[in-house]
């Protein structure tokens, strides 16, 4: 056999193992993170016993004594699905996406903490029924058990972004129900739009235009609202462009 030919196959075979091994390396790194299915959990969390079980199409079922079992599970359920994005909603609205995306996500930063979701929440978190907080420690215990267990073997995003998520706290669940208001709320571009316009043309033109408003009918525009700063959309922009980029499109918007 020619020397060329023994060059070529060995650099084929030399390929051809090569491939083999970094895709068992990458299945194993998707599989590795996948739900775990069976198996005995033990966490001194749990109050009662309580059993979780997956239909045919894997969807989960909890059967539980108290309130608080069933939602330790369900954090432990979602966590072992939903991890990277819970972890990435919360980020989005404590206002910290760009420690893990870079400087393309500022202005997403900004606008959460110029809104003031975390700050709001933490305001009155002192005033939610005791039986609630019960409720909100037990589901971050659940989630805080599958971060424990898994101990830095998490879905590949973490991996490929490099970093590892932090414990999960009560207000972390109910940053996610702020966000998700805020996701399903886009009626605050009309305000701007009409603010805008109402400063640019006046009242008299914006009613010639949008007619439909009974004449007589109370507003929230003040006397002085002509010298008010000018309203623009960059924060509309910003926040469309946030939606984008989460994904938060062709859903109710359209």
Known sequence: ??????????????????FIIAGGIFYSMLTSSLPQYSGVI????????????RDSFAVPYIIAESDEDVAFALGYLHAQERLFTMDLIRRAGEGRLSEILGESAIPFDKMFRTVGIKRNIAKNLGKYNPTIMKVLQAYSDGVNAYLEERNGNYAIEFDVLNY????????????????????????????????ELIQKLGIEKVLEILPDYPENAPTIITDNFKFLPTINSTLAETDKAFRKMMGWTRTHIE
């Open 42 to 53: 033990k966490s001194s969390k749990i109050i009662n016993d309580l059993e979780i079980y």
């Open 164 to 195: 590892q998520p932090e414990k999960w706290k009560p207000i972390h669940s109910l940053i996610i129900i702020k966000m998700m208001a805020w996701e399903l709320n886009i009626s605050w571009w009309t305000d701007l739009s009409f603010a």
């Open 1 to 18: 056999m020619r020397k060329w030919k023994k060059i070529l196959i060995g650099l084929s075979l030399t390929i051809i193992i090569t």
